[in-house]
C-alpha cells in the first residue's frame, strides 16, 4: 500500500472515532438532561467547543470536563434508600407457581413522592418460607420508560438466587447498566425461572435501591 492510500485510511479511522465520539457526547449531553435536569453544558454546546478549540479532541475533552463537574455537583446532595414491595400469594400456599406464570407488581409514584429525582441503582429480593440452602431464581422486568426526548425500552434483570430472609447471606443487587437511572414507577413483572425447593415460599421481599435528593 503506499503512502496515500495508507493516509486515506488513516483519514477513515480518525473520522470514525470522531463521529463515535460525537455521538458518544450527544448521548452524555441527553441524560445530563434528562437524568440530572443539567442543561449546561448543552449539547448545543459540543459545536461550540469543537468550532472555537484547536482541535475537535481538545474541544471535546473542554466538553467533558465541564460535564463532569456539572454531573459532580448534581450529585452532589445525592442520597440512598431502599424501598421494599412485598408481595403475597393471591391464591394459599400458591405464591411459587403464581411466580411461574408472572406476577405483575405496581410501584406507585407515591412510594418516592418526598424524593427529588428518584433513580434505580439495582434491585434485590428475599423470601419468606424457604429454609437452609433453598433458593428462587428471579427475572425482574422493568417497565417501559418515556423520557421527554426518548423513550428506555423494557429491560429485565435475573436475581439468580434469591434466598431466604432469615439467611446471613450477602444479598445479589443486580441490574446494572441498563437499569441505572431508570425511575421505579411503573408495573414490574417477575417471573420465577427455576427453584431448588422454592414451593415453600409464602412472600417475597422485592427491594429497589433508589439513589434521590430531598425535595
Given at each position: 500500500m503506499n503512502y496515500n492510500e495508507r493516509m486515506k485510511e488513516v483519514g477513515k479511522r480518525a473520522l470514525n472515532d470522531f463521529l463515535e465520539v460525537n455521538a458518544r457526547l450527544n448521548a452524555i449531553a441527553l441524560g445530563l438532561s434528562e437524568f440530572y435536569s443539567v442543561t449546561d453544558?448543552?449539547?448545543?454546546?459540543?459545536?461550540?467547543?469543537?468550532?472555537?478549540?484547536?482541535?475537535?479532541?481538545?474541544g471535546a475533552v473542554n466538553w467533558l470536563r465541564k460535564a463532569a463537574n456539572a454531573l459532580a455537583r448534581a450529585r452532589m446532595?445525592?442520597?440512598?434508600?431502599?424501598?421494599?414491595?412485598?408481595?403475597?400469594?393471591?391464591?394459599?400456599?400458591?405464591?411459587?407457581?403464581?411466580?411461574n406464570k408472572g406476577r405483575i407488581i405496581p410501584f406507585s409514584s407515591d412510594l418516592v413522592a418526598n424524593m427529588k429525582r428518584a433513580q434505580l441503582r439495582g434491585?434485590?429480593?428475599?423470601a419468606e418460607g424457604i429454609s437452609g440452602d433453598s433458593w428462587i431464581d428471579l427475572e425482574v422486568v422493568s417497565p417501559e420508560q418515556k423520557l421527554s426526548e426518548i423513550t428506555l425500552p423494557s429491560v429485565s434483570a435475573r436475581i439468580?438466587?434469591?434466598?431466604?430472609?432469615?439467611?446471613?447471606?450477602a444479598r445479589d443487587i443486580v441490574g446494572g447498566r441498563p437499569i441505572i437511572n431508570r425511575s421505579p414507577v411503573g408495573d414490574w413483572t417477575?417471573?420465577?425461572?427455576?427453584?431448588?425447593?422454592?414451593?415453600?415460599?409464602s412472600r417475597l421481599h422485592l427491594d429497589?435501591?433508589?439513589?434521590?435528593?430531598?425535595?
Amino acid at each position: 500500500m503506499n503512502y496515500n492510500e495508507r493516509m486515506k485510511e488513516v483519514g477513515k479511522r480518525a473520522l470514525n472515532d470522531f463521529l463515535e465520539v460525537n455521538a458518544r457526547l450527544n448521548a452524555i449531553a441527553l441524560g445530563l438532561s434528562e437524568f440530572y435536569s443539567v442543561t449546561d453544558p448543552s449539547r448545543a454546546g459540543i459545536d461550540q467547543e469543537f468550532k472555537k478549540s484547536r482541535t475537535r479532541v481538545e474541544g471535546a475533552v473542554n466538553w467533558l470536563r465541564k460535564a463532569a463537574n456539572a454531573l459532580a455537583r448534581a450529585r452532589m446532595d445525592e442520597q440512598q434508600c431502599v424501598v421494599r414491595l412485598t408481595i403475597e400469594p393471591e391464591a394459599k400456599d400458591a405464591l411459587l407457581q403464581e411466580l411461574n406464570k408472572g406476577r405483575i407488581i405496581p410501584f406507585s409514584s407515591d412510594l418516592v413522592a418526598n424524593m427529588k429525582r428518584a433513580q434505580l441503582r439495582g434491585v434485590s429480593a428475599t423470601a419468606e418460607g424457604i429454609s437452609g440452602d433453598s433458593w428462587i431464581d428471579l427475572e425482574v422486568v422493568s417497565p417501559e420508560q418515556k423520557l421527554s426526548e426518548i423513550t428506555l425500552p423494557s429491560v429485565s434483570a435475573r436475581i439468580g438466587r434469591v434466598s431466604s430472609s432469615a439467611s446471613l447471606n450477602a444479598r445479589d443487587i443486580v441490574g446494572g447498566r441498563p437499569i441505572i437511572n431508570r425511575s421505579p414507577v411503573g408495573d414490574w413483572t417477575v417471573r420465577a425461572k427455576r427453584d431448588d425447593r422454592g414451593k415453600a415460599i409464602s412472600r417475597l421481599h422485592l427491594d429497589f435501591h433508589l439513589a434521590f435528593c430531598v425535595g
